[in-house]
């Protein structure tokens, strides 16, 4: 997929005018850039250069005991060794493609898009110097973000075999839960089911699955603790799976009935209600040329003058290798979200849509879907959930 | 084990008169910070500051959603939480504290202490922006050296651990390997005993184990091949496991006796027997308080003495939960390797020693054993190697 992936950046490097790219990594093993991935595929030892031209060219620049690595993945035209330092071969290769603009993998705004370390940073400034070339640098940020947005059609097979596994899973937790079952113990059981599937989970086992039940509202979104289901309560799971390195991010809620129940309360019901037709109106909203802010604001406009306190985040995130994949957001301008959220979308781009509601005296109660933006509009990847789930009191 | 380093994080602060440390990350899991898995053991989802002062003080700053996890985890006297933006608790935190050094964590030479993306680099001075406090930053390399360096009683019996597992496996290659096997078969067969143990692997699985065999020079420290075990070659390995967090990293020779040999040929006898004593005297001159570029020299110095090319990389790294773990550098002074060289050695340091010998028409001869600096010298944590490992011809 490395090839797929470069090729593509090539391509928006024209298209954004940029002359060169550049994936700059170290000792992978101990922090990465997480470009490395997408377009090199393999692990650097000592400080390593690949460079990625509007032309089409790609070289690689690496510490003399990884050469053999570089040339056999055989996806560079040049792959050169250096034992004392990489300067000579560094420069010459940038003078003889004499970019204009080189984009490197740093952002304030977007983990995704910031690789690259403040070390390595000063020694590529350090490399430059008396070169003229450093003033030449700038931002890869739009680079990243298109080349981690626009999904290939193999990309979205991915992500929507990924959703499928994980709705599969919680299609079997209104079964499998009860009342006096805690929070942990549901989590190791979805958790078991995956590792049977032999899938890594889309983000950190220790709140990969969360589930958070009762009527507190601090904690949404940490790891599930010994808290018991109750009758009377709500719960959420958010859980991922990755199928072939692509992410699903998704959340139900269920409530547990109490005895004599047939149906949640009223309150709940509305709740849980005004949370999907949030849902469904941001989805409506979606189009390429959109911006987040003012997708964000028509689900948080529709929470609030329900008479809901407003979610404390943003409505949706990109998803791909990584379940928060960065680039444009559909957030609030909260000034923590920096400029991701009046970043236009486009087609191919993958987002959860994920409100929630406080419900008092119950519950968190959220959803979390999964959508591609279409040229019209956008295509659910995840089977919406229409109705609140219910669990069945003593069994 | 976090209080652990946290308690010695603070002693270190006082001996380097450093008021504070801040370790800085987002969005773990895309990319984080080495020093979270010491001081922090949880991962960020936004932005977040854990300030760890000379006086003791342990204070979070995370997104609004993540509060619940690092409340619960009590290593913090105060976990504060933000919605907009971290912009005035950092500063009234800051403010307080005045200290009048704070340690972040970059570093152009290490990349164990280089965690600190440049992003979130230029966001921190944002932030900061008109307080007079960017000036106090100074990178924490020394802090983060000497926390990752010394190792306590428990993290030495851990690294040892993982030494004797290593050799055990070592132990049975002579038996297993045979000639017509592939570097890439018995690389399967060390990685399906690894796993039966429940191991991760020392680094990534694509070049742990490596199996390097024959006569070509090129391609030592890749993945293993297709090439097959010949008599009369030369093949090495080198591997290494996790054991509760901390890796090992070792190296061993093999030759393959031709029919009616019982013994390696002279020549190769000669080379491995150089090895060795190069591996010996480098052991003796260590000491705290002595430098890396001295003790590679040792080693180097003799290699060429006996006629062989000086090995191409440094003599050894320090090893910890990274197999190169960073810090002080037993190297030679070549740009690459920036100031680790010069580095004084401490006690309680975990270092490789790993000098290789070319010996044509034969192959690459590689040693790596794992010592501990002491206050009188240094001490072996892997049984060394004492002499040429034969496997015997047609079985």
């Known amino acids: ?47 390593s250069f690949f ?29 050169s060794a250096y034992k004392g330092s990489p300067r000579d071969d560094l420069l010459r290769l940038l003078r003889r493609l004499d970019p204009r603009k080189i984009a490197i993998d740093y952002s304030p705004d977007c983990a995704a898009a910031d690789g ?29 973000a298109k080349l981690r947005g626009r999904k290939s059609a193999e990309e979205l097979r991915r992500l929507r075999a990924a959703c499928a596994i994980t709705l599969d899973i919680y299609g079997r937790v209104a079964r499998k839960a009860r009342p006096g079952m805690s929070e942990k113990e549901l989590a190791a059981w979805i958790t078991a089911r995956r590792e049977k599937m032999g899938l890594p989970a889309a983000w950190h086992v220790d709140s990969c699955p969360a589930v958070f039940s009762g009527p507190q509202e601090i904690g949404a979104h940490s790891a599930p603790t010994g808290n018991v289901l109750r009758p009377g309560h709500i719960f959420n799971i958010d859980f991922g799976v990755k199928v072939e390195k692509y992410c699903s991010d998704l959340q139900r809620t269920w409530y547990i009935l109490r005895p004599g129940e047939k149906a949640a309360p009223p309150e709940v019901q509305r709740g849980f209600d005004v949370l999907l037709e949030s849902i469904r109106l941001a989805f409506a909203a979606l189009r390429p040329g959109a911006r987040g802010v003012d997708i964000d604001a028509v689900a948080r406009g529709h929470i609030v003058s329900r008479g809901y306190d407003e979610y404390p ?27 991701l959220p009046f970043l236009p979308l486009e087609k191919d781009q993958v987002f959860t849509i994920e409100p929630r509601i406080y419900i008092k005296d119950f519950g ?27 669990v069945k009191p003593g069994r």
Chains 1, 2 share one sequence.
């Open 51 to 79: 460079l990625f031209s509007r032309t089409g060219e790609k070289h690689a620049i690496v510490g003399n005991l990884d050469v053999e690595t570089f040339r056999r993945a055989g996806l560079f035209d040049t792959v």
């Open 1 to 47: 997929m490395e090839k797929e992936k470069i090729a593509q950046a090539v391509e928006i490097l024209r298209e954004l005018d940029i002359d060169l790219w550049m994936v700059i990594d170290r000792e992978s093993g101990i922090i990465t850039d997480p470009m490395m991935d997408y377009v090199v595929g393999n692990h650097a030892t000592w400080l």
């Open 364 to 390: 968190v109660a959220t959803v979390e879907e999964m959508v591609v933006i279409t040229a019209a509009g956008a295509e659910y990847l995840s089977q919406p959930q229409v109705e609140l789930w219910l």
């Open 313 to 339: 985040h943003a409505l949706g995130h990109q998803v791909g290798r990584d379940a928060h994949d960065g680039g444009a957001l559909l957030g609030p301008a909260w000034e923590r979200y920096g400029n």
């Open 116 to 144: 690259l370390t403040h070390g390595n940073f000063l020694k590529l400034l350090e490399l430059l110097q008396g070169s003229g070339l450093s003033d030449r640098l700038l931002p890869a940020e739009e680079v990243i």
